[in-house]
Each structure stands twice: as C-alpha cells, then as structure tokens.
C-alpha cells in the first residue's frame, strides 16, 4: 500500500510566500516523476510543476520565476516553494507521484490535496 500526503497549504496575504511537502510511503520500490497540480473551483486540475528523479523541472508559464519544486530522493519527499503569490494562485494544490509499486507495476499516485487561498 502506498501513500502521499501533502502539507503545508493556508491562508497568505498577496505578496506572501508559502512552503508545500509532499511525502509517498509503504511499500516502494522507486519514485520517478514527482508533481504538483492544483484545480481552482470551477476549473480543470492543470499541471503547475514537475520535477524528475534526475533533478529536471518544468513549470507551468504562469508561475515559472515565482515557484520552485525541489525533492529529497533519499525521503521521496517533494516541495514546492511558493513566492510572490497571487489572489489567482488560490486553488487546492495536489501532489503526484509516479511509483514502482513492491508487486505491481508503474502507476500515478495522488494525494488529498491541500488548499491554498491567497487574500488580503
């Protein structure tokens, strides 16, 4: 069985800055790509930004130079530091994770997710 849980969403003023985690555990063999998306209400989950087991990244245009994705392979651990925030940031942040499962094959994992609101 494997998990990803996600922390560290809230409530920042425009301007602010706001750090998420996202650990996977249980049974892994190997964690390849790890991401993070959000879903605003009323819209469709869009991809914000990834990141490969190597260190690649790629950023979604409307946060590249405000956000960073960064991951600790050693804890399959992946954060996404938030700068700059904007009142059109807020939205419910997901992780996932591409997982080599003990057993079974290569399959996409998500977390909960974790609300951001960005407003003053």
């Known amino acids: 069985q494997v998990q990803v849980e996600e922390s560290g969403g809230g409530l920042v003023q425009p301007g602010g800055s706001l750090r998420l985690s996202c650990a996977a555990s249980g049974s892994i063999l190997s964690v390849n790509d790890m991401g993070w998306y959000r879903q605003a209400p009323g819209k469709q989950r869009e991809l914000v930004a990834v990141?490969?087991?190597?260190?690649?990244?790629n950023y979604a245009d409307s946060v590249k130079g405000r956000f960073a994705i960064s991951r600790d392979n050693a804890k399959r651990t992946v954060y996404l530091q938030m700068n700059s925030l904007k009142p059109e940031d807020t939205a419910v942040y997901y992780c996932?994770?591409?997982?080599?499962?003990?057993?079974?094959?290569?399959?996409?994992?998500w977390g909960q997710g974790t609300q951001v609101t960005v407003s003053s």
């Open positions: 990141i490969t087991s190597s260190g690649r990244t």
């Open positions: 996932n994770a591409r997982i080599l499962v003990i057993g079974r094959a290569w399959d996409n994992y």
